[in-house]
C-alpha cells in the first residue's frame, strides 16, 4: 500500500524542511520537498533527495557490536542489545561519574533525540561537552555583543531586498531554500553579492564576487563604514536612536580604515571597497546573510561582531528585507532545559570539555568512559591525531552510536546501531528560518537500529535514574518543551504543521562600542588586528587552509551513500595556478599538504577559483578515503578564538608537494 507521510528532515542546516515521504508497503520510495511549506518550497537538496538511499545503505549497523580487534581497526562481534546496554551499565557504574565524559552534538537536531541524552550525561553526573565550539560559539558570541539576542531579518522578507550580500556564507550548498528568495528579489532587480576567500557555488552564481583574504572580513566591514561615513552615507537618526558608541567608533576606529589600508589587509582593491560601500550605502534595504564559516579562525568572534553592525550604520534593520541573518534560534522559545536538565548538575563541579581540546582531554588517564552519540569527532574534531591517540587509549572504553561504523565507531568497545530520523518521532525547529514541526515516525526502524531516546531510556533504567523524565512519551516531552510557547497545542502540533513563530527582530540597540565586552577583557571597539601565533606558522608555511562543508555530504553524515561519495569525488585541494605552478603541480596531482601536525595525501586541482596562498579542501571524508594520511583535521590546531571559545580551522597554514605513489 502506498502513502505519503509529511515528515522533517533531522539534519544540522539552517532550512529543517518539511518533506514528504513516499512509503509503500512499509519501504521508502522516495522523498520530496513539501510544496506547503513556505520556506521549503516543494523541493530539497542534492543529499537529502537521496534519502532512501541513506535509510537502506548497505554500511548500516543493524545489531549492536563488540570490538574483538585492536582499537581502530575495526574487528566486531555480533551481541544483543542487552548484552551490550548491561555491559555500558556495568562500566558507568565501575567509575566515578566525573571519569565519564558524554559526547552528542548535532548527528541530529530532533529536540527530543538531540538533548535527552545531554540529561541522561547530566544524570550521572558526566563531564559535558561545550556544546557548539566546533560550530556556531564564536559566531553566536559576536553576533549577540553587536546585536543582542535577536534573530535578525526574516528570510522570507529577503524577496523586498534590493542588494543580497552573502558573507562569508555559501547559501547554495548550507542554505539552498534561502535562493528562492534571492532569486525572487532579483528578479526584481536586486544584486547578489559574495564576499569569500574562493569562488564557492554561491559566488558561481552571484552579480559580483569579490574574493577577500581569509580572517580579514572585519577590515573590509571597517572600511566600508569609513567610506560611508566619509561620504555622508549614514542614517543619522538610526545611528542617533538606535546605537550606542558611534562617535567612539568614527573617531577612534575607523580613521585607520582608509580605502587603502583596506586593500593592503583584506587584498580587495581600494576602488572595490568604495564600490561596495557605496552600493551599500545607497541600497534601500540591503541584506547580509552571514555565514559561520567566516568566524572558524582566531579572530572570528571579532569579524562576525564587525560585520553584524553594518546595517545599523545604514538603517537597514526595519526596512522590509534589510537588515541581516546568522541564525533564527532566538526567535523559539522551547525550554531546552526541560531534557537537557542542567539542574541535575548544579550539584556537581567539574569543568565542561571544548569540542577543539577533546583530544587532550581523551589522553587523560583519569577519563575512563567516552559516551558517543551522533558524532564523529574522529572526522570533524580538529588536532584530529590527539583525538586518535586518546581513543586509542586500552584504558578507555568508548561507546558510539550512529548509523554506521565511521572513524570514531571503529575505536569503540560496544558500537550501538541507530536509526534515521524516518525511523522516529520528533519536533524540529529551523535556525535559518521561522518554523517549527513534528516529524512523526514513518518507517519501523531497521534491522536492531534505535533511537537516541530508546538508548537513554532503557540505560536510565539499568542505572536506577528515577527521574521520569527518562520515561516520557513523545507528547509529554512535547508539552514540556513546548510549555513557555504560548498559544501551540501539543495535539495540535502533532498534527499537522509547519507552525511559525514571530518573525523580523532586529537588535534594540547595536553596540558599536561594548561596555560588556570591554567588561569581558575583548576590546570594546571593532577592529582588525593581525594574529602573531599565525604570522609566525605564518612566515614558515606559505598556504593557508580553507575547509568547507561539502556538497553532496553532511559533514560525515551521508558517508554511507556511495552515489553522494561518488558526486561529491576524491578528496582533492583547490590550489591556485601560481601556488602549483610555483611547485611544479599540475592538475590531477597526487599531492600531500602538510605541517607541523601532519600529513595528508589527497589529488590537486589546479584553478583560479581559489586566490593565491589559499588551499581550499571541500568536505570530509573518512580516513581511508585520502591517498594518506587523513582526514583533512590533521593539519588544523586546537587554538580557540576570541570569543565563544570557537575552533579555529581556518587558521591553519600548511605547505604543498607532490606525492610520488
Ligand atoms: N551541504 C551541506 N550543508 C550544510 C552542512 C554540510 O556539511 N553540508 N553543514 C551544516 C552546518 S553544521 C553548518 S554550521 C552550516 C555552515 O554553513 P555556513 O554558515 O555557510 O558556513 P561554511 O559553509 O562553513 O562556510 C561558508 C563560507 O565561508 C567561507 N569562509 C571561510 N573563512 C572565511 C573568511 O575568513 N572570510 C569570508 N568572507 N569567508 C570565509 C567559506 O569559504 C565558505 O564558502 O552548514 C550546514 N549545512
Ligand atoms: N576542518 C573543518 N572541520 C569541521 C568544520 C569545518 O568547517 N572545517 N565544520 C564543523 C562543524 S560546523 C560541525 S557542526 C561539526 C560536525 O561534526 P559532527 O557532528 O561530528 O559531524 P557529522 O559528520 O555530521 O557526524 C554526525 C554523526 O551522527 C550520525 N547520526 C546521524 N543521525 C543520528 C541519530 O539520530 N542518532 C545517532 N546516534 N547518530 C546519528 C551520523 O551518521 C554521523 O556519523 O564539524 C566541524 N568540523
Ligand atoms: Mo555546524
Not at 92 to 117: D, F, K, Q, W
Amino acid at each position: 500500500m502506498a502513502e505519503v507521510v509529511r515528515t522533517v528532515c533531522p539534519h544540522d542546516c539552517p532550512d529543517a524542511c518539511s518533506m514528504l515521504a513516499h512509503v509503500e508497503d512499509g519501504v521508502l520510495v522516495r522523498v520530496q520537498g513539501d510544496p506547503e511549506h513556505p520556506f521549503t518550497q516543494g523541493f530539497l537538496c542534492a543529499k537529502v533527495n537521496r534519502y532512501p538511499e541513506r535509510v537502506y545503505s548497505p554500511e548500516r549497523l543493524l545489531h549492536p557490536l563488540r570490538r574483538v580487534g585492536p582499537k581502530g581497526e575495526g574487528r566486531f562481534e555480533r551481541v544483543s542489545w542487552e548484552e551490550a546496554l548491561q555491559t555500558i551499565a556495568h562500566r558507568l557504574r565501575s567509575v566515578e561519574p566525573e571519569a565519564v565524559l558524554g559526547y552528542a552534538y548535532s548527528g541530529t537536531m530532533g529536540l527530543i533525540n538531540r538533548n535527552l541524552p545531554q540529561g541522561f550525561f547530566a544524570a550521572l553526573g558526566a563531564r559535558e561537552m561545550q556544546l557548539g565550539t566546533v560550530c556556531d560559539s564564536a559566531c553566536e558570541a559576536g553576533w549577540t555583543y553587536s546585536c543582542g539576542e535577536v534573530p535578525g531579518t526574516d528570510p522570507e522578507t529577503v524577496v523586498d531586498s534590493d542588494l543580497i550580500i552573502a558573507w562569508g556564507a555559501n547559501i547554495v550548498t548550507t542554505n539552498v531554500h534561502l535562493i528562492p528568495f534571492i532569486d525572487e528579489a532579483r528578479s526584481r532587480g536586486a544584486k547578489l553579492v559574495v564576499i569569500d576567500p574562493y569562488r564557492n557555488r554561491t559566488a558561481q552564481r552571484a552579480d559580483w564576487y569579490l574574493p577577500i583574504r581569509v580572517g580579514t572580513d572585519a577590515a573590509l566591514a571597517l572600511g566600508i563604514m569609513h567610506v560611508l561615513v566619509r561620504d555622508g552615507l549614514t542614517d543619522e537618526a538610526y545611528i542617533r536612536s538606535h546605537t550606542v558608541g558611534f562617535e567612539a567608533l568614527r573617531d577612534q576606529a575607523l580613521p585607520d580604515y582608509t580605502p587603502e589600508e583596506t586593500e593592503r589587509i583584506t587584498g580587495i582593491p581600494a576602488a572595490d571597497v568604495e564600490r561596495l560601500a557605496h552600493m551599500y550605502g545607497r541600497a534601500r534595504a540591503p541584506f547580509i546573510r552571514l555565514g559561520m564559516g567566516m568566524s572558524r579562525h582566531t579572530h572570528g568572534g571579532m569579524a562576525i561582531r564587525t560585520v553584524a553592525c553594518l546595517p545599523a550604520m545604514v538603517g537597514a534593520w526595519g526596512k522590509p528585507g534589510g537588515g541581516a541573518l546568522l541564525d533564527t534560534t532566538a526567535a523559539f522559545g522551547f525550554d531546552y532545559a526541560a531534557l537537557r536538565r542542567p539542574d541535575f548538575r548544579a550539584k556537581r563541579a567539574g569543568t565542561p570539555v571544548n569540542h577543539s581540546l577533546l583530544g587532550q582531554e581523551l589522553q587523560d588517564s583519569t577519563l575512563k568512559v567516552f559516551f558517543v552519540m551522533a558524532n564523529n569527532p574522529a572526522t570533524t574534531c580538529p588536532d584530529q591525531s590527539a583525538v586518535i591517540a586518546g581513543l586509542s587509549r586500552e584504558d578507555l572504553f568508548t561507546v558510539v552510536h550512529d548509523l554506521h561504523l565511521t572513524d570514531t565507531a571503529r575505536y569503540a568497545d560496544i558500537v550501538l546501531p541507530a536509526c534515521t530520523a524516518l525511523e522516529t518521532e520528533d519536533l524540529y525547529r529551523g535556525y535559518g528560518q521561522l518554523y517549527f514541526q513534528f516529524g512523526p515516525q514513518v518507517l519501523e526502524p531497521l534491522g536492531e537500529s534505535r533511537p537516541n531516546r530508546w538508548v537513554v531510556t532503557e540505560l536510565a533504567r539499568r542505572m536506577d535514574l528515577a527521574d521520569p523524565v527518562f520515561y516520557r512519551s513523545t507528547a509529554e516531552h512535547m508539552a514540556a518543551v513546548m510549555e513557555p510557547m504560548e498559544g501551540y497545542d501539543v495535539d495540535a502540533v502533532r498534527a499537522g504543521g509547519p507552525f511559525r513563530v514571530a518573525g523580523h527582530q532586529g537588535p534594540v540597540h547595536t553596540a558599536f562600542y561594548s561596555e560588556t565586552m570591554v567588561a569581558e577583557g575583548l576590546p570594546g571597539l571593532p577592529e582588525w588586528r593581525p594574529d602573531p601565533v599565525e604570522a609566525e606558522e605564518g612566515a614558515r608555511f606559505a598556504l593557508r587552509l580553507l575547509t568547507a562543508p561539502g556538497h553532496f555530504q553532511h559533514h560525515s553524515a551521508f558517508a554511507g551513500v556511495a552515489s553522494l561519495q561518488e558526486r561529491e569525488g576524491v578528496p582533492c585541494c583547490l590550489l591556485h595556478p601560481d601556488d602549483a605552478g610555483a611547485r611544479s603541480i599540475a592538475d590531477g596531482d597526487a599531492v600531500e599538504v602538510y605541517n607541523d601536525r601532519g600529513a595528508v595525501g589527497l589529488y590537486a586541482r589546479v584553478t583560479a577559483d581559489t586566490q593565491q596562498g589559499t588551499v581550499v579542501v571541500v568536505g570530509h571524508r573518512s580516513r581511508s578515503r585520502y591517498l594518506r594520511g587523513g582526514p583533512i583535521n590533521v593539519l588544523t590546531s586546537s587554538r580557540l578564538s576570541d570569543m565563544g571559545a570557537g575552533a579555529t580551522y581556518q587558521s591553519t597554514w600548511l605547505e604543498v608537494r607532490k606525492l610520488s605513489l
